[in-house]
Structure formats: structure tokens, C-alpha cells
């Protein structure tokens, strides 16, 4: 289906039935797989043929639906994983061990921050974290000899920045490592790095992909570009024999389409078993039908909030990369021409003293930890999800404490903005 729109392989792409299957991808609800002899089960054991053994691997509605999100991307293989933590995780974690390094933009969701700078130095991985702003040569001075993966989010996680994916691209590319992008505030509807330069891509599926707060998720994606055996030295793991999987090297027996994808299954799916349930998967598979419509009126309400916001007398600041004059509209205009996504985020003039009465006076907006949602939901950080921090420690960490992040649902971005404006008025 590569030679389809994008429209239609939301709708029909990954799956397609035989005569008398069903119509909808199936949920195979099983954990084991029957074979008539030892022989036939050991071939799959041995990579040597096609199948499943075991869901803890791979089941056959995953497949089916990171087939899916394989041909949105435009790469050549996925997996789904339990969330979007585990495909950050299993992204980086498969190329890079202990001893080894990594550049990551500081722009990134802080729970993929926490995991890199602090779980993932407790293994022996360093990360140097570089500003998506900063100049070829300042992020040309991060790069070490040990250095294995450059990582970034399109739009990042609250921050709302944009990364400059050509620019990180060609950095990765001239020290022989890949570029890792975490595409989920975009989705391949907006924005598809690979055509960038980007060879690696994930997503917390349970974002826009879901798109209704039903099923937690994420996915890797594998461009299937970037060259490991012209690079062998910095990816042993690929280009060296693998003893648990009878001395298979992964570059040269599924090539640069299939290596990663098939490396980060036998062996770190296999030992983490970070998989992602066939009923999600199925739930994720609904979502995904229907996101090359939801995402246009996401991106139609954000705008249409973000410009209100703009030039409310109660509003200091909005970040909104579709704003004239917002510090990522031209890298928008480059990378996110059709839209960006439906969250704005926004500061407001009183801080704490107004956050307050504006949260509480909210009808449609819901507060949640949520985002990227068919409802519209809202977080005011300094008053939950960094309670424990001072406005002075909230303004060094660039969340000031009369920050609001509102993520625009489907709903009727007149509803939203009268909603946004009684708020605004319960503020003194």
C-alpha cells in the first residue's frame, strides 16, 4: 500500500484480509502459538523462518498495526512496545551500552530526560544534552568517540520547541550515528522525519495516534536507511555475530530494512518484554483510522486558541509554533507547514495567585496528567506535577508558576475559547 495517500493507509494500511477473513484486524488473545513438530518451532527460534512462539515477543494485531505505522512513517519495519517510555528506551538501548554516549536534545519530555540522565547512567550510558537552538558547532562539540545515537523530539513535550531535524541529521550522520526522533505530538500526518533525515522514530502511541485515552503504548519505527556495517566498529551489537540467537549478525542476514527492528525483538523484547497488549494494540489500531481527520481540527482548534490567547490583557506569553512571531514559526513553517499539533501552552500575568481561580473555573477543559486527547484537558505544573518546587525553583526551570498547558480536544473551538475566556474573567 506504499503507492496509497496517507488518508487511506490510516484507514486500510498494515492489514489486508483474505477471502473469508475477518474485515477488522483480529485480536489474537493468546500468548502461545501451537506447532506440529520441534523442528518447525526451533526454525523460528533460529530467525530462520517466519512466525510466533510466544506474545511476550510478538503476536500477530501488534504486527499488524506497526505494519501500519511502519507505511505512515514511510519506514521499512516497527514493533509496538508497552508505552512510550519502553520505545524510547528499546530505541536507544539498542545501539548504545555501558561505556557508551549519547547527544540528546535538552528539549525533550521529562520523563524521557529522567530516564536518560538518571536511569539510564545507572547502566553505564552517558548523555550529554544540547540546546535545540544551538549552533552546528556547539552541537558539533557534544559529539564524542564513544558517542552512538542523537536524540530529539519534533515538537517537544511541553516545551512546544521544534527541532531542527536537518541540522541534527547532519551532525548525526558525520560522526557515523543515527538520528532517534520522537514523533508523537506531530504523527506522520504532520510531520515525518525519516523524509528529513531522521532514521530512527518513536511515538507514545497513547497521545494523538489513540487519540481518546483508551490504551497506553508506543512504537519504534526503523527508516531502514542508515548503513550499520559501513559503520561496524560503533555497532557491535548489529554487525558481530549474537550468541543467544545461534551466532546471527543482524546487519548482514535482514540488512539495513530489517536489522534494528529485528536486533531490538530477539533481544531486548525478549529479555525486558515491554510488549504491547493485541487489545490495545486493536484500540490503537481504531485511533490510528481516524487520526488523518482528527489531527487537522486539532491543529485548527490550538491555532484558533493560541491566536485568543495571544491578545488576552490576562495572558504574558503563549507558545504556539503556528503564531507569527513565535520563536519556532519559521522552523515550523519548514518542518509542520499543515499544523502542528492541539497543544498551546501559555503563561498567565498573576502566576500562582491566578492559576488558581483560572483552573478551578475551568467547564470544558479537565484537569489531567493527559495529553493529546479527543477532550480538551489542561495541567497547571507548579500547582500539581511540580508542586514540590518553589516559583523561583519553577522559573529557573523555565515552567514558570502561572503556566498553563491546554490541550485542544475536537471539540468546537468556540465552546473552547468562551470556556478560556469565563475562566480568564474569575482571575482579579
Known amino acids: 500500500m506504499s503507492n496509497y495517500k496517507i488518508e487511506t493507509n490510516c484507514v486500510q494500511g498494515g492489514y489486508t484480509p483474505g477471502n473469508g ?48 505505522i511502519a507505511l505512515l512513517e514511510g519506514g521499512t519495519a516497527a514493533m509496538l512496545t508497552s508505552s512510550g517510555q519502553a520505545a524510547n528506551f528499546y530505541a536507544v538501548f539498542n545501539i548504545a551500552n555501558c561505556g557508551d554516549h549519547v547527544v540528546a536534545s535538552s528539549s525533550i519530555y521529562g ?25 552546528e558547532a556547539e552541537l558539533e562539540a557534544a559529539f564524542r568517540p564513544n558517542t552512538k545515537a542523537v536524540f530529539g523530539e519534533t515538537i517537544a513535550n511541553p516545551a512546544l520547541t521544534v527541532l531542527d531535524i536537518e541540522k541534527f541529521a547532519k551532525a548525526a550522520h558525520a560522526h557515523g550515528v543515527p538520528l532517534i526522533v520522537d514523533n508523537t505530538f ?14 530512527i522514530v518513536t511515538h507514545s502511541t497513547t497521545k494523538y495516534m489513540d487519540g481518546h485515552g483508551v490504551a497506553v503504548g508506543g512504537c519504534i519505527v526503523d527508516g531502514g536507511k542508515f548503513d550499520w556495517m559501513a559503520h561496524a566498529d560503533k555497532f557491535p551489537g548489529l554487525t558481530t555475530p549474537d550468541d543467544s540467537y545461534h551466532g546471527i549478525t543482524y546487519a548482514e542476514k535482514f540488512g539495513k530494512e530489517g536489522a534494528f527492528i529485528t536486533k531490538c525483538t530477539a533481544q531486548l523484547m525478549r529479555d525486558f518484554g515491554s510488549i504491547q ?14 487520526l488523518h481527520v482528527r489531527m487537522p481540527r486539532h491543529c485548527e ?10 491578545k488576552h490583557p490576562k495572558v504574558a506569553k503563549v ?3 503556528g503564531l507569527p512571531g513565535d520563536k519556532y514559526y519559521e522552523v515550523g513553517q519548514k518542518y509542520l507547514p499543515n499544523g502542528s499539533c492541539g497543544v498551546v501552552s501559555f503563561e498567565l500575568k498573576g502566576g500562582r495567585a491566578a492559576a488558581g481561580p483560572f483552573m478551578k473555573a475551568l467547564k470544558l477543559a479537565a484537569i489531567e496528567t493527559h495529553v493529546a486527547d479527543a477532550r480538551t484537558c489542561c495541567l497547571n505544573p507548579a500547582s500539581s ?44
Request: net charge negative; proline share 5%.
Open 21 to 68: 477473513e475477518p474485515r477488522q484486524i483480529p485480536i489474537v488473545q493468546s500468548t502461545t502459538f501451537k506447532y506440529a513438530t520441534s523442528e518447525d518451532m526451533g526454525k523460528l527460534f533460529d530467525l530462520e523462518a517466519n512466525g510466533y512462539f510466544y506474545t511476550r515477543l510478538q503476536n500477530p494485531t501488534n504486527d499488524y498495526v506497526a505494519a501500519k
Open 111 to 135: 520523563g524521557t530526560f529522567n530516564l536518560f540522565s538518571v536511569t539510564m547512567a545507572k547502566m553505564g550510558i552517558e548523555f550529554t544534552f544540547v540546546g535545540p537552538d544551538c549552533t
Open 186 to 199: 506531530a504523527t506522520p500526518v504532520n510531520c515525518r522525519p525519516i523524509e528529513w533525515g531522521a532514521d
Open 277 to 290: 497488549s493485541p487489545q490495545h494494540a486493536f484500540y490503537l489500531n481504531l485511533g490510528l483510522e481516524s
Open 301 to 310: 482548534n490550538g491555532q484558533a486558541v493560541a491566536e485568543y490567547l495571544s
Open 319 to 321: 507558545t504556539y509554533c
Open 385 to 428: 506535577t511540580h508542586r514540590q518546587m518553589t516559583d523561583e525553583q519553577l522559573a529557573a526551570a523555565g515552567i514558570p508558576a502561572g503556566l498553563v498547558r491546554l490541550s485542544c480536544g475536537l471539540e468546537s473551538s468556540a465552546d473552547l475559547i468562551a470556556d478560556l475566556a469565563q475562566a480568564l474573567d474569575q482571575i482579579d
